[in-house]
Nanobody
Framework: QVQLVESGGGLVQAGGSLRLSCACSGSTFRSIFSITVMRWYRQAPGKQRELVAAIGSGGSTDYADSVKGRFTISRDNAKNTVYLQMNSLKPENTAVYYC?????????????WGQGTQVTVSS
């Protein structure tokens, strides 16, 4: 059974920082986490879910323009965990943040999602 569990969300004042974690478990990830593309998405009330950051198997990263220079995605393959360090937070960053795992297609055609963690930034 595959499970992605996010943590680290909360309430923070504008300008503050939070570090989100996404721990992946299950037999699917036991041997392939290191070659699984990991992404963070967010969804604000009344808006579509949007991609925030992604990290590939080799550690390459990509960010939405709105978070470049403030957010950093990283991964610890030994712990099957991906992180999102969020600095200089703004009220418009308020959203539910979701972790997404995209294993190699030769392994499975399924994507996996966490349950989400709420981030609220007060002005």
């Amino acid at each position: 059974q595959v499970q992605l569990v996010e943590s680290g969300g909360g309430l923070v004042q504008a300008g503050g920082s939070l570090r989100l974690s996404c721990a992946c478990s299950g037999s699917t990830f036991r041997s392939i986490f290191s070659i699984t593309v990991m992404r963070w998405y967010r969804q604000a009330p009344g808006k579509q879910r949007e991609l925030v950051a992604a990290i590939g198997s080799g550690g390459s990263t990509d960010y939405a323009d709105s978070v470049k220079g403030r957010f950093t995605i990283s991964r610890d393959n030994a712990k099957n965990t991906v992180y999102l360090q969020m600095n200089s937070l703004k009220p418009e960053n308020t959203a539910v943040y979701y972790c997404n795992a995209v294993p190699p297609r030769l392994v499975t055609t399924s994507d996996y999602w966490g349950q989400g963690t709420q981030v609220t930034v007060s002005s």
